[in-house]
């Protein structure tokens, strides 16, 4: 289903993006908590161990204790307003994109729109375009996520504002390009193997057995992402530090906190204060989102993509005709 195919299309661009869309918010839904972890264990500088006196967050199990004893559960939902946003934009952008673009490819070469390197092209560059729609949105949900009690953004057009009068807009496109960076890869990795995952698990798997395919879809997904994310994630780490650029002011109850000239800089000063070990921080929480968001997203837009061809197909339309 993802992915353009001649012989079995039944999903239009704009359905596509509405899929998208829907498996990004759903998903988001599920997997904020782990997104705060991870942003918290990105932006901090300190060892994240318990044998470093300073470090305010340990271990997954110790940071959620904490972050619920003093700021309560909502905190697991910081930024979840921008967040939502730019799941449901990216998603619907991405895939519509992508969708786009693997039906370009059947139309203008002679390369196989279910090849894994097709995908791979495909998907790197329908991410880039949905990363530079929507990170305006990535950037408020960063500073979201990562502000501590009292907030220094109460809501959403505070932020906005408060950010464009004191920063400019440049601030809005902070970490554009370690992001760009990052997500081609990451993305394009990610519609790599989940293609191939789902042609090894056709060898695995009857085909007669249709009730498992909605598992099998969130299973090749939850291990496309680990393997995507473990191979980019440090320039994820990149990323989360050059946006909350400017934002400083507000990290100071998390402990130390750094300004980083560039892309070049934040990479610098990482490995000079906190070793190649800095650039993998917050790498479980990651894992197990990358795990449960890939999976999720994958799972829904096949799902939502089912619904629709179901609703479109004879036997639905004579049904609504009787």
Same mark, same amino acid.
């Given at each position: 289903?993802?992915?353009?195919?001649?012989?079995?299309?039944?999903?239009?661009?704009?359905?596509?993006?509405?899929?998208?869309?829907?498996?990004?918010?759903?998903?988001? $839904?599920? &997997?904020? /908590?782990? %997104?705060? +972890?991870?942003? #918290? *264990?990105?932006? @901090?500088? !300190?060892?994240?161990?318990?044998? =470093?006196?300073?470090?305010?967050?340990?271990?997954?199990?110790?940071?959620?204790?904490?972050?619920?004893?003093?700021?309560?559960?909502?905190?697991?939902?910081?930024?979840?307003?921008?967040?939502?946003?730019?799941?449901?934009?990216?998603?619907?952008?991405?895939?519509?994109?992508?969708?786009?673009?693997?039906?370009?490819?059947?139309?203008?070469?002679?390369?196989?729109?279910?090849?894994?390197?097709?995908?791979?092209?495909?998907?790197?560059?329908?991410?880039?375009?949905?990363? $530079?729609? &929507?990170? /305006?949105? %990535?950037? +408020?949900?960063? #500073? *979201?996520?990562? @502000?501590? !009690?009292?907030?220094?953004?109460? =809501?959403?057009?505070?932020?906005?504002?408060?950010?464009?009068?004191?920063?400019?807009?440049?601030?809005?496109?902070?970490?554009?390009?370690?992001?760009?960076?990052?997500?081609?890869?990451?993305?394009?990795?990610?519609?790599?193997?989940?293609?191939?995952?789902?042609?090894?698990?056709?060898?695995?798997?009857?085909?007669?057995?249709?009730?498992?395919?909605?598992?099998?879809?969130?299973?090749?997904?939850?291990?496309?992402?680990?393997?995507?994310?473990?191979?980019?994630?440090?320039?994820? &780490?990149?990323?989360?530090?050059?946006?909350?650029?400017? *934002?400083?002011?507000?990290?100071?109850?998390?402990?130390?906190?750094?300004?980083?000239?560039?892309?070049?800089?934040?990479?610098?000063?990482?490995?000079?204060?906190?070793?190649?070990?800095?650039?993998?921080?917050?790498?479980?929480?990651?894992?197990?989102?990358?795990?449960?968001?890939?999976?999720?997203?994958?799972?829904?837009?096949?799902?939502?993509?089912?619904?629709?061809?179901?609703?479109?197909?004879?036997?639905?339309?004579?049904?609504?005709?009787?």
């Amino acid at each position: 289903m993802v992915g353009y195919d001649p012989e079995a299309r039944c999903v239009s661009t704009a359905e596509a993006a509405a899929a998208g869309s829907a498996s990004g918010l759903v998903t988001r $839904v599920l &997997v904020s /908590p782990l %997104d705060v +972890l991870k942003i #918290r *264990f990105q932006l @901090q500088i !300190e060892q994240l161990s318990s044998r =470093n006196p300073t470090a305010k967050y340990h271990s997954i199990l110790q940071a959620a204790q904490r972050i619920f004893r003093e700021e309560g559960l909502t905190a697991f939902w910081k930024g979840h307003v921008p967040a939502q946003f730019l799941s449901v934009g990216f998603g619907a952008v991405q895939f519509m994109a992508f969708e786009s673009l693997t039906e370009l490819v059947h139309d203008v070469t002679s390369l196989h729109t279910r090849d894994s390197f097709v995908h791979f092209v495909c998907g790197g560059l329908a991410a880039c375009t949905a990363t $530079v729609a &929507v990170q /305006p949105v %990535d950037i +408020l949900r960063t #500073r *979201f996520a990562a @502000q501590g !009690e009292p907030k220094i953004y109460p =809501n959403l057009r505070h932020a906005v504002v408060t950010m464009y009068q004191t920063e400019g807009p440049r601030t809005f496109y902070r970490g554009l390009t370690p992001t760009l960076v990052a997500i081609f890869p990451y993305a394009g990795l990610q519609f790599f193997f989940y293609n191939i995952l789902q042609q090894f698990s056709k060898w695995v798997i009857p085909a007669e057995a249709k009730n498992g395919a909605s598992v099998k879809n969130l299973v090749c997904g939850s291990c496309a992402g680990v393997i995507s994310k473990s191979l980019t994630y440090p320039l994820d &780490v990149v990323k989360k530090r050059l946006q909350v650029g400017g *934002f400083e002011h507000a990290r100071a109850a998390f402990g130390q906190v750094r300004t980083y000239g560039g892309l070049l800089d934040c990479m610098r000063q990482i490995m000079r204060e906190e070793g190649p070990g800095g650039f993998f921080k917050g790498l479980s929480p990651s894992l197990l989102k990358a795990a449960f968001s890939t999976g999720l997203i994958f799972f829904w837009y096949e799902l939502f993509c089912g619904l629709l061809c179901a609703m479109k197909s004879p036997e639905s339309t004579k049904r609504k005709e009787g």
